[in-house]
């Protein structure tokens, strides 16, 4: 894919695509939290939001995380309207797959406070594949900087990370909403099996890029969503050790994958100059 320098034109239209959509975004915020309307999220659909309403579900305190992502999501959207971000090839290739996951996240809100769960779960898979897309620009842009590792890299990565346990639990939801038990060995055994596909497609996302700082931002919130997934069956309301034992360790093999992926990554920018200052003889 060739990512052509911005325009004066298309850095203007960008602007403004992603100014509306963070204004989509903030209002869904508002909606989603209780904010305009009565209630949050959590207290909509029945409850099957909530944390103890699934096996999957995150303990409560594992959503604190959003704050950390939303102030970097605002970091972006403002960073889009500095001067750097006039010539900065980044700021410009991933304004159209950052607005649509700016976009869909206030609609994700609003579908969920709604009792929507089907459309939650395909906004869900939107917000996961402009993300993706994300990964996808940054493998052809060349470093930038401090800016672009920060507002991009660890942004993304840690609403990407974050996403991925989010879209399995919003999964999980919906099939309870839909009549499936949300108890039991067969819920216990579908549960595991959705955990281990947050450890595969993990791994897989982690091999399918080399950018450090997306790395660390995406382990850190798979992760953290994983680990809370565990104290959740452990300790909260609804308790299963089977598929809290089983959310650990689907935290820790996160880690050491993306321990490895980081240190593999920053080994080889070391090896890079060194083998170019090897003379030849």
């Given at each position: 894919?060739?990512?052509?320098?911005?325009?004066?034109?298309?850095?203007?239209?960008?602007?403004?695509?992603?100014?509306?959509?963070?204004?989509?975004?903030?209002?869904?915020?508002?909606?989603?939290?209780?904010?305009?309307?009565e209630g949050?999220?959590?207290?909509?659909?029945?409850?099957?939001?909530?944390?103890?309403?699934?096996?999957?579900?995150?303990?409560?305190?594992?959503?604190?995380?959003?704050?950390?992502?939303?102030?970097?999501?605002?970091?972006?959207?403002?960073?889009?309207?500095?001067?750097?971000?006039?010539?900065?090839?980044?700021?410009?290739?991933?304004?159209?797959?950052?607005?649509?996951?700016?976009?869909?996240?206030?609609?994700?809100?609003?579908?969920?406070?709604?009792?929507?769960?089907?459309?939650?779960?395909?906004?869900?898979?939107?917000?996961?594949?402009?993300?993706?897309?994300?990964?996808?620009?940054?493998?052809?842009?060349?470093?930038?900087?401090?800016?672009?590792?920060?507002?991009?890299?660890?942004?993304?990565?840690?609403?990407?990370?974050?996403?991925?346990?989010?879209?399995?639990?919003?999964?999980?939801?919906?099939?309870?909403?839909?009549?499936?038990?949300?108890?039991?060995?067969?819920?216990?055994?579908?549960?595991?099996?959705?955990?281990?596909?947050?450890?595969?497609?993990?791994?897989?996302?982690?091999r399918s890029?080399?950018?450090?700082?997306?790395?660390?931002?995406?382990?850190?919130?798979?992760?953290?969503?994983?680990?809370?997934?565990?104290?959740?069956?452990?300790?909260?309301?609804?308790?299963?050790?089977?598929?809290?034992?089983?959310?650990?360790?689907?935290?820790?093999?996160?880690?050491?994958?993306?321990?490895?992926?980081?240190?593999?990554?920053?080994g080889s920018?070391?090896?890079?100059?060194?083998?170019?200052?090897?003379?030849?003889?």
């Amino acid at each position: 894919m060739k990512v052509s320098s911005p325009t004066p034109s298309s850095v203007a239209g960008g602007r403004i695509l992603v100014t509306l959509a963070a204004v989509v975004w903030l209002l869904g915020t508002a909606v989603g939290t209780g904010i305009l309307g009565e209630g949050g999220v959590e207290s909509q659909a029945g409850g099957l939001l909530s944390d103890h309403a699934t096996l999957i579900a995150p303990h409560g305190p594992a959503f604190s995380v959003w704050l950390v992502i939303y102030v970097g999501m605002a970091g972006y959207v403002v960073w889009q309207w500095l001067p750097r971000a006039t010539t900065s090839v980044w700021a410009s290739a991933t304004r159209v797959p950052a607005a649509i996951s700016l976009a869909l996240n206030g609609i994700w809100l609003q579908a969920a406070f709604a009792g929507l769960l089907g459309v939650s779960v395909l906004v869900m898979a939107g917000i996961l594949v402009s993300l993706c897309w994300i990964v996808a620009i940054g493998k052809q842009l060349p470093k930038e900087g401090r800016q672009e590792l920060v507002w991009v890299q660890v942004t993304c990565g840690l609403y990407l990370g974050w996403i991925c346990v989010a879209t399995v639990a919003n999964v999980a939801a919906w099939l309870v909403d839909l009549g499936v038990p949300p108890t039991g060995e067969n819920a216990v055994g579908l549960t595991v099996v959705m955990l281990l596909v947050v450890v595969v497609l993990a791994a897989v996302v982690l091999r399918s890029t080399t950018m450090v700082g997306f790395q660390i931002g995406f382990t850190c919130t798979v992760a953290w969503g994983l680990a809370w997934v565990g104290v959740a069956r452990l300790t909260g309301q609804l308790i299963s050790t089977p598929v809290g034992w089983a959310a650990v360790t689907a935290a820790g093999l996160v880690l050491v994958v993306g321990t490895i992926r980081v240190v593999q990554r920053l080994g080889s920018a070391k090896a890079r100059p060194a083998q170019r200052s090897v003379p030849q003889g």
